[in-house]
């Protein structure tokens, strides 16, 4: 049973930076894909970053480009994000997802799904 389950998510104030956590298992993790998305109230979701299997691709949305980083830790089984400069329009519930060898910015496409983690930056 494939298992996601994101942590590090809170308050924050704009300026700040928040580290989120995934931990994947039930899979075998190094043959996947992993992605961050995040829905904000009232908006859709939206892909935020992803790193192919192999790591050597990785692909940020332009609204977080040169503030966010996402890692991998083959290892642990571990995701990382990590968000630096944060605004308060970065506030929405973020979502690990991973799915076989190749990144897609499409959530439809991504089979295994975090419980999502919160994250609040305020003005």
């Known amino acids: 049973q494939v298992q996601l389950v994101e942590s590090g998510g809170g308050l924050v104030q704009t300026g700040g930076s928040l580290r989120l956590s995934c931990a994947a298992s039930?899979?075998?993790?190094?043959?996947?894909?992993v992605a961050w998305f995040r829905r904000a109230p009232g908006i859709d979701r939206e892909f935020v970053v992803g790193?192919?299997?192999?790591?050597?691709?990785?692909y940020y949305a332009d609204p977080v480009k040169g503030r966010f980083t996402i890692s991998r830790d083959n290892a642990k089984n571990m995701v990382y994000l990590q968000m630096n400069s944060l605004k308060p329009e970065d506030t929405a519930v973020y979502y690990c997802?991973?799915?076989?060898?190749?990144?897609?910015?499409?959530?439809?496409?991504?089979?295994?799904w975090g419980q999502g983690t919160q994250v609040t930056v305020s003005s």
């Open positions: 790193k192919d299997w192999t790591g050597s691709t990785t």
């Open positions: 039930g899979l075998i993790f190094k043959n996947y894909a």
């Open positions: 997802a991973l799915r076989p060898f190749r990144i897609t910015t499409m959530g439809d496409q991504y089979p295994n």
